[in-house]
């Protein structure tokens, strides 16, 4: 079936540091892919998004491509800051619902 | 516009009971789907229910179920509850749910504590 592997976290960081996620994914077919960002006691808020193959989602400083050939959706930023610690989840689409990584927690130190 | 609203917030229920929470999806959306989050699991896909009808279901007893109302609003039912219901239940909302790049919106949750 349809699954979503990530990077294991805890992810720590200094502010202004380069930032990768990585996240590979198992399909059939071509389901548009997601990035989720779950900040302490809170829901998941969608970050950015993917629909094809070759496209850039983009939000915040974030950015994803989607690409097919490594089927892969890795998450950058260039410069976090502290407010970006969070916990972030890769998804993808599967005929109406989403099928998640198991998350990758990332701390942002000053 | 207001997002995916869920209630409630928090509770609190003793084993073997049955509890219900409800969701609001955004307005104009009529896909509506259930998802437990728990540290051991992660995030999984309880069903999806769309124009009042289930469309999709995963892989949980049956002590879980659905149902969504003619305004898309929608609530889950867990009766007989374990231990290891405790969890966060997520909600959200898409336009239409199906693969075509609509994104799904998730309220705040309902965080459930099973005692």
């Known amino acids: 079936g349809n699954s979503v592997t990530q990077m294991e976290g805890p992810v720590t960081l200094s502010e202004e540091a380069f930032l990768t996620i990585n996240c590979t994914y198992t399909?059939?077919?071509?389901?548009?892919l997601f990035w989720y960002v779950q900040y302490p006691g809170e829901g998941l808020q969608l970050l950015l998004k993917?629909?094809?193959?070759?496209d850039k989602g983009s939000n915040k400083g974030f950015e994803a491509t989607y690409r097919k050939e490594t089927t892969s959706f890795h998450l950058e930023k260039g410069s976090v800051q502290v407010s970006d610690s969070a916990v972030y989840f890769c998804?993808?689409?599967?005929?109406?619902?989403?099928?998640f990584g198991q998350g990758t927690e990332l701390s942002v130190k000053p | 516009k207001a997002g995916v609203t869920q209630t409630p917030r928090y509770l609190i229920k003793t084993r073997g009971q049955q509890v219900t929470l409800s969701c609001s999806p955004i307005?104009?959306?009529?896909?509506v789907s259930w998802y437990q989050q728990t540290p051991g699991q992660g995030l999984q896909f309880l069903f999806e229910?769309?124009?009042?009808?289930?469309?999709n279901k995963g892989n949980f007893p049956g002590r879980f179920s659905g149902r969504q109302f003619s305004n898309s609003r929608s609530e889950m039912n867990v009766s007989t509850l374990e231990l290891g219901d405790s969890a966060l239940y997520l909600c959200?909302?898409?336009?239409?749910?199906?693969?075509?790049?609509?994104?799904?919106?998730f309220g705040e949750g309902s965080w459930l504590t099973v005692v």
């Open positions: 959200a909302s898409s336009l239409v749910g199906k693969d075509s790049g609509n994104t799904i919106y």
């Open positions: 399909a059939t077919g071509y389901p548009s």
């Open positions: 993917a629909t094809k193959a070759d």
């Open positions: 998804a993808l689409s599967d005929r109406g619902k989403l099928i």
């Open positions: 307005s104009g959306h009529r896909s």
């Open positions: 229910y769309f124009s009042e009808t289930q469309r």
